[in-house]
């Protein structure tokens, strides 16, 4: 504090004597068009004033941004849901940097957008151009409700689910979309459900086969002129997987549950294979990325696999943030 009052009485001089400054918040100010137009800006330097290398920038722009942005669903309904907002764009040479308001309030000119993979396009481009660059991307992550409906007793809850829509925009102009969505569920382990059969049968002992809350996080690519929503990608992890965790039980769910994890046992190997063939038929995905991670009730570490479709330049199953899996 008495740094800043230093450099606050230095400020202004007056026949070698130090003036202090007016140290207040001038509530009543009114801004001028040519008070606007005198305030310094940044961005726009001089290639003198740019720090370290003159090199071009692959992503800068703003993260983390919240707002509550409405979601249109497969059956027409519109949610309301929180969301965080990331979006950057490419930088050249020769300019030091970019107006990030502009990102945030070129944004919100669609707040009331009903939000669709394909919607994401027309703000992408919006912003793109305002901001005068040849590259773009904008990410929304958000947690999608969905309804269960219980095994056998036909209780209802809302099962969230870990979502995000990403649009890119390449130099060429070519616009890609993309939908990533974790799916949990229970894995129970074909060996050990072999092991304790075994005890049953050949010594009449009771033993219980181990499983454990497993988690799927799905990206996929969709082809450009197909349309694609959260709910098909739920309905893909529910038809591969099967064992999806419950919100809602009652005794008779829970039995139920325990002979589905019977009738659907799996190693994580059998879970992403099972995934692969599921997003591999849909002819509207053109490319995918499954990271499974099983958290074992045997060992003290997770059992984990990763796979992709195989499309040149696409997802490579490179993942390696399995801890990020754990649920």
């Known amino acids: 504090m008495k740094t800043l009052l230093k450099k606050l ?73 929180e969301t965080r907002v990331t979006g950057t764009v490419s930088l050249d040479p020769g300019i030091k940097g970019i107006n990030m308001s502009r990102i945030v309030r070129s944004f919100y000119d669609f707040k009331d957008v009903e939000f669709t993979l394909d919607a994401m396009e027309d703000i992408l481009r919006e912003y793109a151009a305002v901001i005068d660059t040849r590259e773009g991307r904008l990410k929304l992550d958000f947690s999608y409700p969905m309804l269960q409906k219980s095994l056998r007793s ?23 979309k993309f939908i990533a969505f974790d799916f949990v569920y229970s894995s129970a382990c074909p060996c050990s459900a072999e092991l304790a059969e075994h005890a049953r049968d050949t010594r009449n002992i009771y033993s219980i086969p181990h499983s454990q809350r497993s988690k799927a996080r799905i990206r996929v690519e969709a082809n450009p002129d197909d349309t694609l929503f959260i709910e098909d990608i739920h309905a893909h992890c529910l038809d591969a997987l099967e064992t999806e965790t419950q919100v809602m039980v009652k005794r008779e769910d829970e039995q139920a549950f325990a002979e589905m994890n019977g009738a659907h046992f799996k190693f994580v190997e059998d879970a992403v294979r099972l995934m692969y063939e599921r997003l591999d038929g849909d ?45």
């Open 283 to 327: 002819a509207r995905i053109k490319d995918f990325e499954v990271a499974c991670a099983h958290l074992e009730s045997l060992h003290s570490h997770d059992a984990v696999a990763a796979i992709a479709k195989g499309v040149p330049g696409g997802f490579r199953a490179d993942y390696s943030d399995f801890t990020d899996l754990i649920c």
């Open 9 to 81: 009485y230095l400020h202004g001089q007056n026949g070698g004597k130090a003036l202090p400054l007016d140290q207040r918040y001038d509530a009543d100010f009114v801004m001028s068009p040519e008070y606007r137009e005198s305030l310094p800006d940044m961005q726009n330097v001089a290639d003198s004033e740019i720090m370290g290398s003159n090199v071009g920038i692959q992503q800068v722009g703003v993260s983390n941004f919240k707002l509550p942005l409405k979601y249109k669903t497969k059956w027409n309904e519109v949610l309301s849901l």
């Open 154 to 176: 036909h209780l209802a809850g809302y099962q969230y689910y870990r979502s995000s829509y990403e649009g890119r925009l390449d130099s060429s102009g070519v616009y890609r």
